[in-house]
T-cell receptor, first 111, second 117 residues
Framework: GDSVTQMEGPVTLSEEAFLTINCTYT??????LFWYVQYPGEGLQLLLK?????DKGSNKGFEATYRKETTSFHLEKGSVQVSDSAVYFC??????????FGTGTSLTVIP | GAVVSQHPSRVICKSGTSVKIECRSL??????MFWYRQFPKKSLMLMAT?????????EQGVEKDKFLINHASLTLSTLTVTSAHPEDSSFYIC?????????????FGDGTRLSIL
């Protein structure tokens, strides 16, 4: 079945450092890919998405490119801020509209 | 690895029926469980957060009496949609986390597709 694997955390970075959180997926069809963010004490919020191969999703300085050849959707940000501290979830949605989530990667950014 | 079992995966029932959805953590103790709802062509919406042994915390706009959440044990949370109507048709998904804080991994169920006729 479909699944998502993302790098384990926790990740701790200094402010203005470069961030990469790896995400790979397994899917039988043509899924849409998502990154969700969960700030402390809150639920999931959609961060960005890509619906087909080679699409790049971007929001708030974060980017991820849908790579069909490597079945990946890595999340990147060039310069993280303290306010980016959160848990990040990679997810896919199959053509039947079912979601599959990774287990989350906790990011802490220190001043 | 840790698994969250959500049951049933699909429900079709008549308007006015109450439907219970179960979310079980199979190999870890889930101190916190989250319930989400996905509206058509939209992202997930957090409905409520439940901690074992205490009342669920509902998000603004979610009717507590409509969507009853019980988290009576460290391995089971239930969502009951009371007197369901067609507008309640949606995809509901739970997630579970052990311990406190965001460092703990969160595991998701496979979701329940609810269709009210």
């Amino acid at each position: 079945g479909d699944s998502v694997t993302q790098m384990e955390g926790p990740v701790t970075l200094s402010e203005e450092a470069f961030l990469t959180i790896n995400c790979t997926y397994t899917a039988t069809g043509y899924p849409s890919l998502f990154w969700y963010v969960q700030y402390p004490g809150e639920g999931l919020q959609l961060l960005l998405k890509a619906t087909k191969a080679d699409d790049k999703g971007s929001n708030k300085g974060f980017e991820a490119t849908y790579r069909k050849e490597t079945t990946s959707f890595h999340l990147e940000k060039g310069s993280v801020q303290v306010s980016d501290s959160a848990v990040y979830f990679c997810a896919l949605r199959d053509p039947g509209n079912q979601f599959y989530f990774g287990t989350g990667t906790s990011l802490t950014v220190i001043p | 690895g840790a698994v969250v079992s959500q049951h049933p995966s699909r429900v079709i029932c008549k308007s006015g029926t109450s439907v219970k959805i179960e979310c079980r953590s199979l190999d870890f103790q889930a101190t916190t469980m989250f319930w989400y709802r996905q509206f058509p062509k939209k992202s997930l919406m957090l409905m409520a957060t439940s901690n074992e042994g205490s009342k669920a915390t509902y998000e603004q706009g979610v009717e507590k009496d409509k969507f009853l959440i019980n988290h009576a044990s460290l391995t089971l949370s239930t969502l009951t949609v009371t007197s369901a109507h067609p507008e309640d048709s949606s995809f509901y998904i739970c997630s579970a986390r052990s311990g406190e804080g965001g460092n703990q991994p969160q595991h998701f169920g496979d979701g329940t597709r609810l269709s009210i006729l």
